[in-house]
């Protein structure tokens, strides 16, 4: 009798105990979100923004998933499946990319804490659906029993459904961001998170090219197919539960919680092994000699240039920007030749350009990626010269990743367009505008320099609360780079390929003077550089 009463104590004491745990870990993250806000204009006006934001994606998706119930039932089904798969997918993805910017993701901040693995796993649980985008994706799941309810049993299937969903959602999602947690510290993991992602993007842009160039059957039995598929994944098996609403129904409710159960019991055990697997991202690794060290120029040029070239290896958000331009170049090239009829040196020649706009916005924070140790760069600065010298070998570094590319992808684009001899056009074109961009950019970084936030996330692009500055450096940046070459890629882009010719030399004029110009600001700048691009992040 006794032992029965300890049991009973102790079990409720455990219950009481992960109450106590679900509670604290909500308050925590509510205050973490109230002290990041606390003092910063910039932050609060992009929370505000991001409550707004969740209240219009909730209300708009409950509407639109609402308005299918005018719809017929098969199309309601098929699209609500799709829509419950598309919502799972996000939430897979999403918290991968704010790994290292939300506190409550990583399980080695959570390492100290004196809990069980499953009082963590319930707080965390319980902290990933506080906030407005989780209650918005439950608002908007709602939707699908207004939806896709056919009768009193669908509308009673239909609440613990959408309910399960967003679990699986939930449970899911941290499960994977756990077992990824280890890897996602690391350099190596960051950048296969970064093409990824990037590879994730790509997809998205699969349906609107397909539209674009025509649907290859009927649109009906194109998602007939695509749900069929997918009506046997978890949000699948939840939409059909609720389009059902019979026994089969409640079967398919039942397989759903089983699946939920299993997932957050992987959960557990990736969790057990993330509180206790030696950090790899603090394990030191082999320092090697540049492979191009004999190709460089000596001096401080060169040094500058061998320094940028690693950064480029090395660094997961320099990576990030060259995979970027690249992909969305080559989306464009796609999407414009399935939206327009006719062939042309537009066709070509614009996405060219905009590939070496983006890879020329690289320069427009240049300091901010040395961070706190630009001041041994600043001490080695004795004359304007000096930091003319250090920007001419950031911009030869840039060109020389730049530059392969740019011919790679006018081949590329010239070849699909139907007329090879394009290519050259393209090409001089595109390194006239890295030229530009180079120019320009060199003035932004020493007027509005900002800080890098720390390496774990590539996706991460200032400092807290330099937002506002890091939007102002790349909106001008941006802007003056567009205006400076219209004179150049307008005249190729209607048709005088011939005019590519001055596209060179006028990049690297523009590339010239503007570091002659930002050099003497700069120097006597270097102190407000400095503190800019050296804020704690």
Known sequence: MTQSIDMTTATGAGAMGTRATVTLFVRLKLRLIRGNLRGDLAKQLGFVFSCLAAGVVAVLGFVLFAVLRLAPADIARDVGIVV??????????????AFGLDETLDPARLTLFPLTTRQLVAGMFAASAAGPWPVASLVMLSGGVVALASGPGGVLIGLPAVLLQFAFCLVVSRAVTTALSGALRSRRGRDLLTVGVVFFIVLTQIPGLIINRGLPGDPRELLAATAGVLRWSPPGVAAHAIADGGLAGVAEIVVLAVVVAVLAWLWIVALRRALVTPDSSYQGGAVRRSRMGSFLPGGMLGAVVAKELKYARREPRGRMNWLVAVVVSAILMFSLRGRLDADGPALVIGPVALAALMMGMQAANSF??????????????????DVRTDLAGRHLAYAIVALPLLAVLSVFAA??????????????????????ALGVGAMVSVLLPYTFPERLNAFSGAAPGQGGQAFAATFAAMTGTTVLVLPVVVPVMFGFSVWAVVAVPYGLAVAWGGRRLAASIGYRRIPDILAAVSRPT
């Open 84 to 97: 419950f798969t598309v919502v799972a997918v996000g939430w897979i993805f999403v918290p991968l990319m």
């Open 415 to 436: 070849v699909t367009g139907g007329d090879p001899w394009l290519a050259v056009a393209a090409t001089a074109t595109g390194w006239g505008v890295m030229g530009v």
């Open 368 to 385: 901010g990626i040395d961070g706190r140790s630009l001041w041994m760069n600043a001490v080695a600065f004795a004359t304007v010269r």
